[in-house]
């Protein structure tokens, strides 16, 4: 079993930048893409990125190239999701998620564990 919590959501004006870090416990983690997703209000959950089992290779929702960057540790366990230039369109709930591949999977059928989610708000 696989774990995951995600922290450092919170209030930030726009152009500010936060940084999510998603901790995971359970057995199977390094060997493993992870992504991060959102859930805006009155929205569908979507992809935000992913970053492959060994950290060279990410991807980006469109909506987000340029400004956010994920990186894991793992020997920590740990993937991180820096937001920088944040706007007011990104305010959501983001969710981190562990593959089921090595490779970066963009579609929530290809991730088996989830965490709870955390709360970005993000005001004009």
């Known amino acids: 079993q696989v774990q995951a919590v995600e922290s450092g959501g919170g209030l930030a004006q726009s152009g500010d930048s936060l940084r999510l870090s998603c901790a995971a416990s359970g057995r199977t983690f390094s060997g493993y893409a992870m992504g991060w997703f959102r859930r805006a209000p009155g929205k569908e959950r979507e992809f935000v990125g992913g970053?492959?089992?060994?950290?060279?290779?990410?991807r980006y929702a469109e909506s987000v190239k340029g400004r956010f960057t994920i990186s894991r540790d793992n020997a920590k366990n740990t993937v991180y999701l820096q937001m920088n230039s944040l706007k007011p369109e990104d305010t959501a709930v983001y969710y981190c998620?562990?593959?089921?591949?090595?490779?970066?999977?963009?579609?929530?059928?290809?991730?088996?564990?989830w965490g709870q989610g955390t709360q970005v708000t993000v005001s004009s």
């Open positions: 998620a562990r593959a089921a591949t090595t490779w970066v999977m963009t579609t929530e059928p290809m991730y088996t564990y």
């Open positions: 970053i492959s089992w060994d950290g060279a290779y990410t």
